[in-house]
């Protein structure tokens, strides 16, 4: 494998990660957010431009430092991760690890929102749009490798296999964030690896690292010019 590209399998690749939550603001003050340390979706990016890849990191906010050698893009809402993912293509492989929030406040308003005697406001919430989907169905410009992370706290590999069919994605990989996995925030992550075609790979439960670099190879590989 190290062969002519001396160990940069992704060399002359232009690989595009989304990586970390998004943050859909209720007022001056306040956001809806998902969980996300974007652990995963930077170790992605890493391995990616350490592979030779021409890398951009589209992010959203996260207290990691930048990877090195990785250009990156830093939004805060959804429509603008859309927005910049739009602007960075084309892409040879887009890897979509971000945890975007699935919806936003349907107003913001420029003040801060006051306690009064009427008690709590109603939070009326609008959908965001599904960026992995978007740039899935995209018919210009359609990267030949799309990838999505499903998330799940239950029934993972059912609900991975219905996600990939939805979103017109080329593979998944899936991985239980609930509670008691220790996922989120953490430093190891257990992830099924779903092909289009229904096919399903487990790994080992590895550091968010190491399945970062084993991803990049499988991406590389897949990506392969004979
Ligand atoms: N995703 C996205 N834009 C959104 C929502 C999700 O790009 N608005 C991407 C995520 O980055 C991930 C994949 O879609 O790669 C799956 O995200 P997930 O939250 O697991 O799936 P949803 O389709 O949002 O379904 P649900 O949250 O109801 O399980
Ligand atoms: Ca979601």
Redesign the pocket.
Known sequence: LAGRDGGKPLAGRHLLV?SGPTHEPIDPVRYLANRSSGKQGHAIAAAAAAAGARVTLVSGPVTLPDPPGVTVVRIET?REMLAAVEAALPADIAV?????A?WRPATLTDEKIKKGPEGPPPLALTE?????ATIARRTADRPPLVV?????TTDVIA?ARA?IA??GCDLIVANDVSAASGVMGGDRNTVHLIGRDGSLETWPTLAKDAVARRLVARLAEMTATP
Do not use: M, Q, S, Y
């Open positions: 989304t959804a979509f690890a971000a945890a975007v699935d965001n749009p599904d960026i992995l999505g992370f499903a998330a799940e609900h996600k939805r979103k």
